[in-house]
């Protein structure tokens, strides 16, 4: 039973440290999606990859969060310096055709 | 950005009864999703809706898409408590692009 994994499923860390999540999408899977979520906001999309090119990243703030996938089974989602803001779930999801298969999310904590 | 409400933001009720919640939206969809999520895991594609009027039925859930393409409900019946999860309703386009979610109904069925 394919799935996307994700690592660390928690992370609590302190302001201004770095944070790197990682994904690995089902294989075969070419669009890669990381979304946050938030009690106030709900879901959210802030970076999409197609065949590991970057397609749209308008959602990440862009002096602190990167993206990038080096490879067609790995994604990364970096952040740093992180904020107390920045404490969400991050959620992977992969597609193919008109679905996405959500990973199990990172809880992100930043004190 | 083409929002989405949903209705109700919370709802418990107790097993074996019916309910229904709503996602709704001034602009057209192309097509609609709906997802449940459980504590701790990624939302789960439940169905698709495509066409104004359509109607899906899977197992006790029942979902319809509105005429016009605007609005659609899910329809739970006799509910049971492994029914309890946020339910999200997600616009998508054509092909495999980033979803647009609602806030979610959190649903608590109590045994």
């Known amino acids: 039973d394919a799935r996307v994994t994700q690592t660390p499923r928690d992370k609590v860390t302190e302001m201004g440290q770095e944070v790197t999540m990682r994904c690995q999408p089902i294989?075969?899977?070419?669009?890669v999606f990381w979304y946050r979520q938030t009690m106030m906001q709900g879901l959210e999309l802030l970076a999409y990859?197609?065949?590991?090119?970057?397609?749209?990243d308008s959602g990440m703030p862009k002096d602190r969060f990167s993206a990038e996938m080096p490879d067609a089974t790995l994604a990364t989602l970096k952040i740093q310096p992180s904020e107390p803001r920045d404490s969400a779930v991050y959620f992977c999801?992969?597609?193919?055709?008109?679905?996405?298969?959500f990973g199990p999310g990172t809880r992100l904590t930043v004190l | 950005t083409q929002l989405l409400e949903q209705s109700p933001q919370f709802l418990s009720i107790q097993e074996g009864e019916n309910l229904t919640v709503y996602c709704n939206s001034s602009?057209?969809?192309?097509?609609l999703q709906w997802y449940r999520q459980e504590p701790g895991e990624g939302p789960v594609l439940l169905v698709t809706?495509?066409?104004?009027?359509e109607v899906k039925k899977l197992k006790r859930l029942t979902f319809q898409f509105g005429d016009a393409r605007k609005d659609s409900s899910l329809h739970i019946t006799a509910a049971q408590p492994g029914d309890t999860g946020l339910y999200l309703c997600?616009?998508?386009?054509?092909?495999?692009?980033?979803?647009?979610f609602g806030k979610g109904t959190r649903l608590s069925v109590i045994a």
């Open positions: 999801a992969s597609g193919l055709g008109n679905t996405q298969y």
């Open positions: 294989l075969g899977h070419n669009t």
């Open positions: 990859f197609r065949n590991r090119a970057p397609l749209d």
């Open positions: 602009s057209v969809f192309s097509s």
């Open positions: 809706v495509v066409t104004g009027g």
């Open positions: 997600a616009r998508t386009n054509s092909g495999n692009t980033p979803l647009v």
